[in-house]
């Protein structure tokens, strides 16, 4: 069983960490406040943006998860957060001796700048257009100049328990521009903790996997499906559409990871968001407004 590290353990990483834990394995989750963290996982309290807290790592780390999340949306945030933390972490593994089997770091589809409704993959070119995209792509060149074996998962949009945002725009009749479409990528985070565990079952790793699901979308289409599943009337198009846009987004190809092996739980976000409606629905009455709120 392997000793495991999650840097930053938040949303994702728990569901990681339940899971490894659940398997035998034995589970450390590094963050700033650890009274969320679940029974299953050991608690480090550390701050990565601050190296002097992270002197106290455990001994004998096999697997290493940085799957940290900037808490603002901000350029100083997201350089603090992702090549810098990325950067603290791995000094303070190789200033201990580590010896790292696999270090897996949690990326994003925003690395892709395309936004013409073209297909992408992992050999596709990164030039993002945004400094959230920039930070990514700083810290995946980060994550190359380290000693061990390692890949960058590029994630597309997460949904899933307590990310219900469009949920609640549906819900809320916000209207939805439709015309250019605009293509979207989904993944929901039970499937982000499955990919991050069977990429850690690998004997090789490539040096990215795109980590979305099997069906690239139009943001309306899935506005409407959330509309017609849970019977609420259909989202209104806005007064003044602007039909000459170019921004059309990005369609993002996950072959590479099915190839590896991986089968997902929601191979489309029809499955993923079903599921969410209908426990919202059998949720009690105070609850439900509290989610969809």
């Not at 990565?48 to 697997?63: F, Y």
């Not at 939805?176 to 004997?203: F, K, M």
């Not at 559409?241 to 092996?261: F, I, P, V």
Request: charged letters at 25%; a neutral charge; hydrophobic letters at 35%.
């Amino acid at each position: 069983m392997a000793r495991t590290l999650i840097a930053g353990c938040g949303d994702v990483g728990c569901a990681l960490g339940t899971r490894l834990a659940a398997h035998g394995h034995e589970v450390w989750g590094l963050r700033r406040d650890v009274s969320a963290l679940p029974p299953a996982i050991r608690p480090l309290a550390a701050d990565l943006t601050q190296p002097a807290t992270l002197r106290d790592l455990p001994s004998r780390l096999e697997w290493v998860i940085y799957a940290a999340a900037a808490p603002a949306r901000t350029d100083a945030a997201y350089r603090a957060t992702y090549p810098d933390g990325l950067a603290h972490v791995i000094s303070a593994l190789h200033a201990t001796g580590q010896d790292i089997s696999k270090l897996i770091f949690t990326s994003s589809t925003g690395v892709y700048g395309q936004d013409d409704g073209s297909w992408v993959d992992e050999a596709s070119p990164t030039d993002p257009t945004s400094f959230t995209g920039s930070r990514m792509v700083d810290a995946e060149n980060v994550l190359r100049n380290a000693p061990w074996p390692s890949t960058s998962v590029r994630f597309g949009g997460i949904y899933g328990p307590g990310r219900t945002r469009l949920l609640r725009r549906a819900q809320a009749g916000e209207p939805i521009a439709r015309q250019p479409p605009r293509w979207t990528n989904r993944v929901h985070r039970d499937d982000c903790a499955g990919i991050l565990e069977h990429l850690l079952t690998l004997d090789r790793l490539a040096a990215h996997y795109v980590a979305v699901d099997d069906e690239p979308s139009k943001l309306g289409d899935v506005v409407d499906f959330l509309c017609d599943r849970a019977g609420w009337p259909r989202a209104p198009a806005p007064p003044h559409e602007d039909t000459h846009s170019g921004a059309r987004g990005k369609r993002c190809r996950n072959r590479l990871l099915r190839a590896s092996g991986y089968s997902f739980r929601f191979p489309t976000f029809r499955q993923g968001y079903a599921e969410l409606i209908d426990e919202l629905e059998e949720a009690p009455p105070s609850l439900r407004d509290t989610q969809r709120g």
